[in-house]
């Protein structure tokens, strides 16, 4: 792979292409966050159920990732991705229209399984564009995913502000962004298995080397979901400080992911996944020791903005080792989202029980230690930092041998 050369306006043109992919996946998770009150009021559940309800597109997500690379390999790249991510958008109109428990659970079943679904295949071509480029992407790319999810939470907070049906809301979200991922989709890469090759197991565990990658993952993600659950509360409770500083505090973790993601792929470029990780994992270890030593609300937001900062990268970095970790990117990549995906799910009730159990100080502890864990282990990313091909100019270009 390493001597292959790809033209450069066609990589460039999938790397914008895949970017909007990104930022329409970001766009339904945004659009869908900020109507959870309305959904809930509108299929009856309370509290309790409504936190039952929440797991399942985690499990949906889980269940249904590792059939990416079996719909890729039957029907090609780019054509999976456009079924997958319309897939995706228009799921977004099931939860809004959910009369109770049980069709809301089952909503949201198949929310989580088109979202996951989508998020293997795009992952994967990034990481190829990635590899065809010779330089790191996969951080700015996470970056639009971010960039998404806030422009999706912006109009959501001006459709409730407004009072507006949810149904219409995400019905009209979902048209808009259904064509705009379904246009991008034109330009992203068209590979197609060779003749001689095998279709992957519609059900297979991951490789050990994604195992590795995942754990990694894991770490990053529990960091990100305690921080985005239990900020404000921290700051509320334990710092006593007032209902808009907290809030301020969780806004203020969340720009600071998006900016580093964004910015990510310089660093990454010029140090290395695995160097970078590890001062990542410094970085976010610093920022929990001065979270829960901090006796002024200043100091615990500077704790979260460091702990963003460290955790941004991570998740894309551990994305695009899976995707060069063995003979089966998409295989790697649904193992290591899948481990992720699990993170994000156990990670605020698992807070809240150690919260309980003893104090949210005792909680950020255990955040701290998982973060120094990512400079412990930032090596087993080293598949990040192989040789990539380099790219040519638009008058040398060489046919990828795959199509």
């Known amino acids: ?59 949906g997500a889980s269940l249904a990732m590792p059939l990416a690379g079996s719909i ?111 246009l991008a989709c034109r330009w992203v890469l068209d590979l197609q298995p060779a003749e001689d090759e095998e279709p992957p197991p519609r059900f297979a565990l991951p490789p050990r080397s994604a195992l590795l990658i995942g754990a990694v993952g894991f770490c990053a993600v529990f960091a990100e979901g305690a921080s985005l659950d239990w900020s404000a509360v921290y700051l509320r409770d334990q710092l006593e400080t007032s209902a808009g500083l907290a809030a301020a505090c969780t806004t203020g973790f969340t720009l600071t992911m998006a900016i580093a993601r964004i910015a990510g792929d310089r660093i990454v470029d010029r140090y290395g996944a695995v160097r970078t990780v590890r001062f990542s994992g410094v970085l976010a270890t610093l920022g929990g020791l001065l979270i829960v030593v ?37 295989l790697a990549i649904a193992g290591v989202a899948t481990i992720t995906y699990t993170s994000g799910l156990i990670a605020p009730s698992a807070i809240g029980g150690i919260a309980q159990a003893t104090s949210l100080t005792v909680s950020f502890c255990l955040v701290t230690v998982l973060a120094a864990g990512l400079a412990v282990f930032a090596n087993v990313l080293r598949a990040g930092d192989r040789d990539r091909p380099k790219v040519s100019r638009p008058d040398a270009a060489v046919p990828d041998p795959r199509r």
């Open 72 to 182: 890729s390999h039957r029907f090609g790249a780019r054509n999976a991705l456009r079924g997958l991510i319309a897939l995706w958008t228009l799921a977004l109109t099931l939860p809004s229209l959910a009369p109770n428990l049980l069709t809301l659970c089952l909503a949201l079943f198949i929310y989580g399984a088109t979202a996951g679904m989508a998020d293997v295949a795009m992952n994967a071509l990034g990481v190829e564009v990635e590899n065809r480029l010779g330089r790191s992407i996969m951080s700015g790319l996470h970056g639009m995913w971010s960039a998404g999810a806030l422009i999706g939470s912006a109009a959501g907070t001006l459709a409730a502000h407004l009072g507006s049906d949810a149904r219409l809301h995400h019905a009209l979200a979902a048209a808009t962004l259904t064509f705009l991922g379904v």
């Open 294 to 330: 901090s006796d002024r609300p200043a100091v615990a937001m500077a704790g979260f903005a460091l702990l963003g900062l460290g955790i941004a990268v991570v998740v894309p970095l551990c994305f695009a080792a899976a995707g060069r970790s063995g003979p089966n990117p998409s």
């Open 1 to 59: 792979m390493g001597g292959m050369v790809y033209d450069l306006r066609e990589v460039r043109r999938a790397r914008y292409a895949v970017a909007a992919v990104f930022a329409a996946h970001g766009a339904v998770t945004g659009s869908f966050a900020t109507r959870v009150p309305w959904i809930a009021d509108h299929a009856g559940v309370s509290a309790g159920q409504l936190g039952l309800a929440l797991a399942f597109p985690a499990l």
